[in-house]
Structure formats: structure tokens, C-alpha cells
């Protein structure tokens, strides 16, 4: 019997929004990653996130190990974004209270109670 080369299908897709994700799931690269990254195994990656299966948390594991220059520019990037967006949101929608005014509350309370 002559050695056939066995072809693994990678469950890492791309979303519409260039997510990567587990393929059949909506959990994202990133997530794996950072748990794998906290020392977490397989096994309780499964348990965090039920809906998958332990086949594919070993093969995105793999898949990172063997693009790990590739996936840490495209976490870089998703993070990037991340903190773009949060700065956006924070610069449209300023608290309608500021921790000087909490704070001037409080001393105000606390005053009217003495």
C-alpha cells in the first residue's frame, strides 16, 4: 500500500464582516487563540464554548500554531479596529455624567447627611 497524503479540512472560515470563525459556529479565531494563549486545553475550550467539538478546537489550534504570524497581525488588526470603534461610540455618545460630577454628588449627600 503506498503512502497516500491525508488532506484535513481547516474549520476556519472567514464571516462576511472578515471575521475568522470556526466553521458551523459563531465562535470567533480570536477567542481560541486567547484562551489556548491563558493555558487553557482543548478539552476546556469545549466546555467554554459548547458548540464545538474537540476535533475542531485541536485543528484551530494547529491551524494557529502553523499561521502564527499571519493570525497575530489579523488579532493586531480586529483589536485595532475594536478600539477605533469604541473610541467612535465614545466621541458620539459621551456619558451624560462625568466622574467629577458623580463624585460632586456624593459630597453633596454626604454633606446633607451630617
Known amino acids: 500500500m503506498a503512502d497516500s497524503p491525508v488532506t484535513e479540512v481547516i474549520p476556519i472560515i472567514t464571516d462576511q464582516d472578515g471575521r475568522m470563525r470556526v466553521s458551523g459556529t459563531r465562535v470567533l479565531l480570536d477567542l481560541i487563540v486567547h484562551a489556548y494563549h491563558q493555558g487553557e486545553t482543548p478539552e476546556h475550550i469545549v466546555q467554554m464554548y459548547p458548540t464545538l467539538t474537540l476535533d475542531k ?3 484551530a489550534i494547529g491551524y494557529y500554531l502553523r499561521h502564527r504570524d ?3 497581525t489579523y488579532i493586531q488588526q480586529m483589536q485595532g ?4 470603534l469604541q473610541a467612535q ?3 458620539d455618545y459621551p456619558p451624560k455624567l ?3 460630577d458623580l463624585r460632586a454628588r456624593l459630597q453633596s449627600r ?3 447627611t451630617e
Open 57 to 59: 478546537v485541536y485543528l
Open 70 to 72: 499571519a493570525v497575530d
Open 81 to 84: 479596529e475594536a478600539a477605533q
Open 89 to 91: 461610540l465614545e466621541s
Open 98 to 100: 462625568t466622574q467629577s
Open 110 to 112: 454626604q454633606n446633607d
